[in-house]
């Protein structure tokens, strides 16, 4: 379809796009570019079925891919990781340097990240599901990368359970504490914390981004114009960052004052 054409145009295959952005941020870190590899006609095929809306596909995969890479530049930032870093750049040194992105054969039933001992190339499979929240996304990444390397896959065949992670932590819980996951069965491992703010290209448009109760409590004054409060700057700049990009002026309005679309 036209509208995807372009949006891979201007969302994927520009240099102005956050996918070649993050792209560019990772190469900076680890010396190597990690290349997204994707067919789109075939993910379209598969996937269009949950994307009545055409305009939503290409940013949702974009989002799914930004955060890939987000997670493993925060992975190779932090000084957690230095076995695991040392065994990357390893594979790195003889391999393709591919992240092929490709849709996920069943039982899997969210995005799911694998390492291909064989091609010595990164897999990202993408589900005939409805998106995930970003923070699910998140927590599902960091577990497997946590497993990429190991012969048998990140986690069990059928994901079971991973929805839950990215669960609230309890009532009583001390802020700043790590979460873990709640499943049917006893999970003592508490799961890696999402300690930064997502980037702008990892945010679904307001319609879906705001679903469902953000995990932020901020002042409100919605007046003309509307005020946002906020004691974290970041949290202000992102949200200013969101509001100009999705905002459209009003032509009718003689003020040409700005609307949320």
Known sequence: PLKICVDIR??????????????????????????????????????KDRYPDKATFVPSIARIVNAWYSRLLWRLDSDNFPEWTEELLGHLSNGRKQLLIEPSPPPHSRPKITWNFKTSSFYLNVPKLEPPRHSKVVA???????????????????????????????????????????????????????????????????????????????TLDAGNPLVIRCSHDPTLELISSYFNRWG??????????????
């Open 10 to 47: 201007d969302l994927w295959e520009s240099s102005k796009s956050d996918v070649q952005a993050s792209i560019a941020s990772l190469e900076k870190t680890l010396g190597h570019r990690i290349e997204p590899i994707i067919q789109w006609p075939i993910l379209w095929n598969e996937l």
């Open 248 to 261: 459209k002026q009003n032509t009718s309005d003689s003020l040409r004052v700005s609307r949320i679309i």
């Open 140 to 218: 599902a990444f960091d577990q497997d990368f946590d497993n990429v390397f190991n012969q048998g896959g990140a986690s069990g065949p059928a994901d079971e359970g991973w929805d839950d992670l990215a669960a609230e932590p309890s009532r009583t819980g001390a802020p700043g504490e790590p979460r873990h996951a709640v499943t049917t069965h006893t999970v003592s491992e508490p799961l890696p914390v999402v300690d930064h703010l997502p980037g702008l290209g990892e945010l679904s448009c307001p319609n879906e981004h705001f679903a469902a109760t953000p995990p932020y409590i901020l």
